[in-house]
């Protein structure tokens, strides 16, 4: 016997598990992609070593988690961005593809399972990020921490980048990751305050501008890090805009990318923004100060960090 299987129900039912949160809003049926839009799919066998790599360590990835487009190129490199403390977010953000919901207890063995798999794909540089764990006293921080920590025994020539949470209201969070020493702290702003509302209803936007300037105080040698996505229904003076909040941070490095609609469920897609339109913005922010601008449709945070990192070091040392 043969039993067929309806796939779209089945789809609608996970992300309903998924994003239970999401589930009273109205479809919002996705713009077609242009043609400028195309990525390769994975399946080569470097993508599948990552994999197998990723699976025997029992680690969470965001290229898996968040859905990225980019999983087949980085994979494929055996650049794997990890997601740590779990794959359950305390937020709901109107964009994100992170599954919602109340976290399990923090796996005090994970720092070591990352380092271990860090060391085996033999990374030069590696970006860590996590879900929002607002449960937690420390919104995870020394879990953060502890992960450096242990990357630093287990590949000491590996580069770190963090990407983290807000840490709103959480005192002295911030302060536990900066002593570890990442090399890059990252902290998606992710779109302009206008619509802080709507897609990012749990955060606030001048506490995370302020989170990035804090970082700079506590040790001014950490290369700051901050991202956007557009096509939310921003305007071009919003940018620019928050081009100048971010250098008032002295944030070093902008990157800004072409928001993707996950599910029916999630934030319309207002507009996809030109190659020639991202190419206009990377050239003001380079105007504006930036050490280094990534601006492309298909630019994610850790795209490409590893060489990023390299030309934020030269820009640096350009600039002194």
Known sequence: MVTLIDNKKRNNTNQALRHPEKQKRPDSIPLRKPDWIRVKAPGSKDYQTTRDIVREHKLTTVCEEAACPNIGECWEKRHATMMIMG?????????????TGLPLSLDHDEPTRVADAVAKLGLNHIVITSVDRDDLADGGAAHFAKVITSIRSAAPETSIEVLTPDFLRKEGALELVVEAKPDVFNHNLETVPRLYLDIRPGARYFHSIRLLQ?????????????GIMVGLGEERKEILQLMDDLRSADVDFITIGQYLQPTLKHAPIAKFLTPEEFKSLEQVAYSKGFLKASCSPLTRSSHHAGEDFEKLKQARATKQ
């Open 214 to 226: 804090k970082v700079k105080e506590l040790d001014p040698m950490i290369f700051t890090k901050s």
């Open 87 to 99: 794959e359950i977010c305390t937020r709901a953000c109107a964009f994100c593809n992170v599954r």
